[in-house]
């Protein structure tokens, strides 16, 4: 019985989302955004690792887009490394964006330049 | 799925739980119940779903992760399957006595092992003296039942292979290890705690594992704005026992009179005396409290007091008076078992616990550094909404 909860305990993981430092209720979650374009910087900090992002508009303007990402140990646990992304690098980013509407989201997956996709 | 990586994932995705509740416990509304419950039996559809078709959850892990509408990003990157980047060895032929330097590379993984040296992190670089000709093998599992497998092997030139290096695997140690005072040794990176509301029910006549406010402290409980993202997004200290419920390694470093319980998330530590000195008479209110250890049979006891008002516990604040009892145990070899009775005479009715339990993680050494050099002020992401 114990471990038959652990299978069901096991689901769970495909169903939420791990939270590490702060809630995402900043960014709207349950309507993810994708968006693409080229990395300016690169963070590899804590609480947060951030990509600095150049992103063309609908008129062909570019805006820089932060782009949260985990804390360091969990993209270390994903494979991630410092430079795993680089300035240069074009990349697409899932996940939620800033319910204010400025150019901020937060990744939960990132798709690398040779189309690698790897949990952010 | 076989038996060990299914308790792996099952470890993590209790962690998951622990992890995600102890963000939220702070506005923990039932609405928060519902929605796990939800997911429980969602899992439990989905569980239904493994058992039916586990060929078709098979084909399902290596295509790409797609989205349907409305769904969490996170859940999608849940679904992202395990790879192997890169496994090699350099040199691959040498003589007996020389030494080889192994590296391997994962991405997207839920456990990593490489036979014959147990347990590894995801990515790494080893270096290794085979004293005969050794093949290496790196396998991999990941969501939806992802894996992968991949071999190197290095020629020991004058030797033979061995025959089965499976038979060779640095097997998991099965007895408690000891110190030479004869206590369980506590030392070891412990993952993320299970059991939070994932966990088992409390049996009969044990302590609440919900407080119980006592009249006139209904102040303690909690309410946040709609735009406070929580009690870490400051990068304060959450104190105890609430640095145990965040997702985030911890390391236990145990010494003949002192035992040093260190926290990943922001780098916090205690250094408890276990050589039976009290606490110091009307100790500064800090953080972490003042933390005195002494050991109950197999199990360490350490009893805390001397916190400041500033931290919370499940969604409680507290006020100075906060006497926080902890008992650390290993229940086995794998396993770091974690209760704290809670009392705090001016806020609650009585004393109730906070119980989780850690995996032992082998592959790790150490923590991580964590520091806080680049937290946000996340208000004007909320908007006028």
Wanted: charged share 20%; net charge neutral.
């Amino acid at each position: 019985m114990k471990r038959y909860l652990f299978v069901l305990a096991s689901l769970l993981l495909l169903a939420a989302p791990l939270s590490a430092h702060h809630s995402t209720a900043m960014y709207e979650m349950a309507n993810p955004t994708t968006i693409s374009g080229t990395v300016k910087r690169f963070e590899w900090t804590n609480p947060h690792a951030f990509i600095y992002l150049d992103v063309k508009d609908d008129k062909g303007a570019f805006v820089e887009w932060e782009i949260e990402l985990m804390s360091l140990n969990h993209l270390r646990s994903y494979g991630w490394i410092r430079t795993t992304v680089k300035p240069g690098d074009q990349i697409t980013c899932t996940g939620g964006r800033a319910k204010s509407g400025a150019p901020s989201m937060i990744s939960a997956l990132l798709k690398l330049p040779d189309g690698r996709e790897l949990k952010s | 799925m076989t038996a060990r990586p299914l308790a792996i994932i099952a470890v993590l995705a209790a962690s998951t739980i622990g992890g995600t509740h102890s963000h939220e416990d702070t506005n923990a509304t039932k609405t928060h119940e519902a929605s796990l419950y939800r997911e429980f039996f969602v899992g439990l559809r989905v569980l239904r779903g493994f058992v039916a078709n586990a060929q078709a959850q098979q084909t399902a892990a290596a295509a790409p992760a797609q989205a349907t509408p409305g769904e969490s990003p996170y859940r999608i990157a849940g679904r992202l399957p395990v790879r192997i980047m890169d496994l090699k060895v350099e040199p691959a032929t040498i003589q007996p006595g020389q030494s080889v330097t192994l590296t391997w590379a994962t991405e997207n993984p839920t456990s990593v092992t490489i036979d014959p040296l147990g347990r590894v992190a995801p990515r790494g670089q080893q270096k290794l003296t085979p004293s005969i000709t050794t093949t290496y093998t790196l396998s991999v599992t990941g969501a939806s039942n992802s894996s992968d497998k991949r071999s190197v092997t290095v020629v020991v030139q004058g030797t033979t292979p061995r025959a089965a290096p499976s038979d060779a695997i640095a097997k998991p140690v099965k007895t408690v290890p000891r110190t030479a005072d004869g206590h369980p040794d506590l030392s070891g990176v412990f993952g993320y705690g299970a059991g939070g509301r994932g966990g088992p029910p409390p049996s009969p006549g044990a302590l609440p594992t919900t407080p119980v406010l006592k009249p006139g402290a209904e102040k303690f409980k909690v309410a946040r704005a709609a735009d406070d993202t929580g009690q870490y997004s400051s990068c304060m200290p959450p104190g105890i026992p609430q640095s145990f419920l965040v997702p985030y390694y911890i390391q236990i470093v145990q010494a003949p009179k002192h035992v040093v319980i260190a926290h990943e998330y922001l780098n916090l530590h205690r250094i408890v005396p276990t050589d039976g000195r009290p606490h110091p008479p009307d100790p500064d209110p800090t953080w972490m409290g003042n933390a005195v250890g002494r050991w109950e049979g197999d199990t360490l006891v350490v009893d805390s007091i001397g916190y400041n008002d500033k931290t919370e516990i499940n969604g409680y604040r507290h006020t100075e008076a906060l006497h926080v009892v902890e008992r650390f145990s290993r229940p086995d070899a794998s396993t770091l078992q974690y209760e704290a009775t809670i009392e705090d005479p001016n806020v609650f009715a009585g004393p109730w616990v906070v119980r989780r339990t850690f995996p032992l993680l082998p592959e790790y050494d150490s923590i991580n550094e964590f520091v806080c050099e680049n937290n946000r002020d996340y208000k004007p992401l909320f908007g006028n909404k």
